[in-house]
Each structure stands twice: as structure tokens, then as C-alpha cells.
């Protein structure tokens, strides 16, 4: 049997479905406007400030000084959040009730806003009350694919790093969580996900 006994999921882009772009396809027309302005004025790079701990009123005046004409645009990203994330990844859902009815403790580690995760949460209530804890980067002003969020995780989840599985889209983050002794799965799909715990002998 498995040493491994419990799952430490990533959030976006494992089990929620969250681009930038979502959010500003319903304000801006498709085309070159669009494409230009998610890759050159409200970046990744730029949000990635709010996953440090950095609040959005800071973040947003910034570069609004550097964007003026973007203002009303820039303005929206912290209210309407939540129009960045459209559905849960296919499968997670009834992946996520499988592992929890097979008595598989839960956990997660997200490089998220603190600001904005809360009511991201609530509004998957049916994926997240299955979590016994979930760790927001933005809270602890650490980041993935740091050691010490792992560390701090690890110790306020009661888990060693050998009893952990751990799940996440993004392979610097993969690479963090398995130089600690988790087995760090790369996600692609559900179907390949579950496969593989089913040879942990996580799933029958």
C-alpha cells in the first residue's frame, strides 16, 4: 500500500478554470484592443503582486500612474474579480467528492489574494467545504514555489512531506513541493489525475 495519505491541491487552472482574459472579454470587444491590453497593462506579472499580499488599492493606483487611460478598466479588475474564473475544471468536482468519500484528507495550496480568495471561495461552496484547510499565499506573504510555504503548510496540515500528494499546473511548483519529499503530480486533465492516484492507492 501507499504511504501517501492525503492531497494538497493547487486552485487555479487544477480545479478552477481562471484566466485574466475572462474578466475583460465583457469589456473590451475581441481583437487587438483585448489581446493588447491583458498582455501589456493588467499582466499576470501585475496580479501576481496580490498573490505576494500586496492590496489591490496599492497595486491598482500604481498603475493607473502608468495607464491613466486605462483607468476605468484598471478600476474593475478588484471588484469583478470573481469574472476571472468561469467554471470548475472538468471532473474536479465529482474527483474532489470521490476523494472525500474515500475518507482521503483534503488540503490545498494556493498562490492567491488574500484580499480576493474569500469570496472566490463561496462561490464554490460544493468544491471547498471539502477542504479541512487551504493555505493562501496572500495571507502568509509567501509564494509557490518557495520552501517555506510548503514548511508552514506541511505543519499546520499535521502532514510529513512523504505521507503528501501534491497537485499543481505549474512545474516550478512541482518541482518545489517534490524537492521536500511530496509526490508532486503535474496536472493536465482530470482523467490523468485520477489515474495516478488510483495507483497511489488513493482511489479504487
Same mark, same amino acid.
Given at each position: ?14 480545479? $478552477? ?46 498603475? $493607473? ?77 509567501? $509564494? ?61
Amino acid at each position: 500500500m501507499s504511504a501517501r495519505r492525503a492531497v494538497i491541491f493547487d486552485v487555479g487552472r487544477v480545479l $478552477i478554470d481562471w484566466e485574466i482574459r475572462f474578466l475583460y472579454e465583457r469589456l473590451i470587444p475581441e481583437g487587438e484592443a483585448l489581446d493588447a491590453f491583458v498582455r501589456d497593462v493588467v499582466t499576470p506579472e501585475w496580479h501576481f503582486q496580490h498573490d505576494m499580499g500586496r492590496p489591490f488599492a496599492e497595486t491598482s493606483a500604481e498603475l $493607473i500612474a502608468r495607464y491613466p487611460e486605462h483607468a476605468d478598466l484598471i478600476v474593475q479588475f478588484g471588484p469583478r474579480f470573481n469574472e476571472t474564473n468561469r467554471a470548475a475544471v472538468p471532473g474536479m468536482p465529482e474527483l474532489l467528492a470521490d476523494l472525500d468519500s474515500a475518507g482521503v484528507p483534503l488540503f490545498a495550496i494556493t498562490n492567491f489574494s488574500g484580499e480576493f480568495f474569500p469570496p472566490f471561495r463561496v462561490k464554490y461552496p460544493e468544491m471547498f467545504d471539502r477542504f479541512r484547510d487551504i493555505v493562501v499565499s496572500g495571507d502568509e506573504k509567501l $509564494i509557490k514555489p518557495d520552501a517555506a510555504i510548503y514548511h508552514l503548510a506541511l505543519d499546520r496540515f499535521g502532514l510529513r512531506a512523504e505521507e503528501s500528494v501534491f497537485v499543481d499546473d505549474n512545474a516550478d511548483n512541482i518541482a518545489g513541493a517534490a524537492a521536500l519529499g511530496m509526490h508532486a503530480i503535474l496536472f493536465t486533465d482530470e482523467p490523468a489525475l485520477r489515474a495516478e492516484l488510483k495507483t497511489l492507492d488513493l482511489l479504487s
